[in-house]
């Protein structure tokens, strides 16, 4: 008999490009997926994708807005642990993967026979939510409290049979903290599928439209926790001396209005072009045009153990990187020799490489060579999925339950 893997997501599906990444990976290893997630908007109740049994439980917006109030109230919980509890039953499910921590405690709720229980934290949550913004505002104050969160993310991660943590920095904290043993962890990057991302065909009206700029890329979130802020500034740095600067933001957050109102203030119109969201198929044609991409995250616990996916797009194209010194983002690009690191939240830095980038061509082009060679042999899904299967594997021999 074949495992059967009960992803559970408490969100719509799709779109969730590391869920699907990581379910077609066991499917592929022999493995059956089925996928516990929410739908909001009447989709099908069931749906094969991918080869992922897809399973949709009707919520309402009622039920979207208790999300942020998962660890405030139990609320949220009592209303999806039924539904969790008869997806567990009715699909015969032998190991549980909870996606992400908001889920867990329903979980924890329903799992009354023991199935093993592999936990993915997809980001650390405590800390990002500090940065939101219904979190920031009075009421959001009042009623979430991401310490709180983070006493539940730890409960839950000692709780799991095993863990799962998108990079090794993330890893050395939790073993650090005597959360888990290391034998417990796997590290699986959000990196690109090469026979998805590499295969998007190149669009030819992106690269006229910047035709005759120096194009710094940036892809992504633009809210100004990720550092958009400091790119502004340090184009508006640049301006005299590289008179055909273009800083090119491809994506949107709702600080965006922040970043224009500091293009017209410092008078950068000519400089920043603001592309908004762009779906993923577009990614390459904005990477290909671009002289320099960038990832000036600013610092926080979150930040300095991430690997933004941005990084590896930017090197499938074979692009050099400016990353900030995020320790996470910055040991990928010191290790791969794919481009340059500066001083987290500081523009005049962030300036200063990517004039030395513009004024040293040769160089530019080593480290764009070297970055696609990286993805191509090592920082692609295909070899970072790999030690998931691994645990899958370890998991169906100890459970007996394959024939």
Not at 152 to 179: C, H, N, P, W
Not at 202 to 216: A, P
Not at 259 to 276: A, C, I, Q, T
Request: glycine share 4%.
């Amino acid at each position: 008999m074949t495992l059967r893997i009960g992803m559970i997501l408490d969100n719509e599906f799709p779109p969730d490009s590391r869920v699907e990444n990581e379910a077609i990976s066991l499917i592929k290893a022999g493995f059956s997926v089925y996928l516990f997630s929410l739908s909001y908007q009447n989709r099908e109740k069931k749906e094969l994708i991918n080869g992922i049994n897809v399973v949709r439980y009707s919520a309402g917006i009622f039920t979207f807005k208790l999300s942020a109030l998962a660890y405030s109230i139990p609320f949220y919980h009592w209303i999806l642990k039924t539904k969790i509890k008869d997806f567990l039953h009715r699909y015969s499910i032998n190991v549980i993967h909870i996606h992400d921590m908001q889920v867990a405690r329903a979980v924890s709720y329903v799992n009354n026979t023991g199935l093993p229980v592999v936990l993915d934290l997809h980001e650390n949550r405590p800390e990002i939510m500090k940065y939101y913004r219904h979190v920031n505002t009075l009421k959001g104050r009042l009623l979430i409290d991401p310490e709180r969160w983070k006493k539940y993310q730890d409960k839950y991660i000692r709780e799991s049979d095993f863990l799962v943590l998108v990079t090794k920095l993330a890893k050395k904290e939790v073993v650090a903290a005597g959360m888990k043993s290391a034998d417990k962890i796997i590290v699986v990057p959000n990196t690109i599928r090469k026979d998805i991302f590499l295969k998007y065909p190149i669009i030819s009206e992106i690269s006229k439209k910047f035709r005759g700029r120096f194009v710094v890329l940036y892809l992504g979130d633009t809210g100004l926790r990720r550092g958009t802020d400091d790119a502004i500034e340090s184009v508006n740095l640049l301006r005299e001396k590289i008179p055909d600067i273009l800083l090119v933001l491809v994506g949107e957050n709702n600080e965006d209005i922040r970043l224009r109102e500091m293009v017209n203030e410092l008078d950068l119109k000519e400089h920043v072009s603001f592309e908004g969201w762009q779906d993923v198929s577009f990614f390459p044609s904005y990477i290909h045009m671009a002289g320099v991409c960038i990832s000036p995250l600013k610092k926080n616990p979150h930040h300095d153990t991430t690997y933004p996916n941005k990084i590896f797009q930017y090197m499938a194209i074979g692009k050099p990187l400016i990353v900030s010194d995020c320790p996470a983002q910055a040991e990928v690009v010191r290790n791969t020799g794919s481009g340059l690191i500066f001083e987290a939240g500081n523009p005049e830095d962030l300036a200063d490489k990517i004039d030395w980038m513009y004024s040293h061509e040769v160089e530019r082009i080593q480290y764009g060579r070297k970055a696609e060679m990286a993805v191509l042999q090592k920082w692609n899904w295909e070899e970072t999925s790999k030690d998931l299967v691994s645990l899958y594997e370890q998991i169906e021999a100890k459970m007996g339950q394959r024939l």
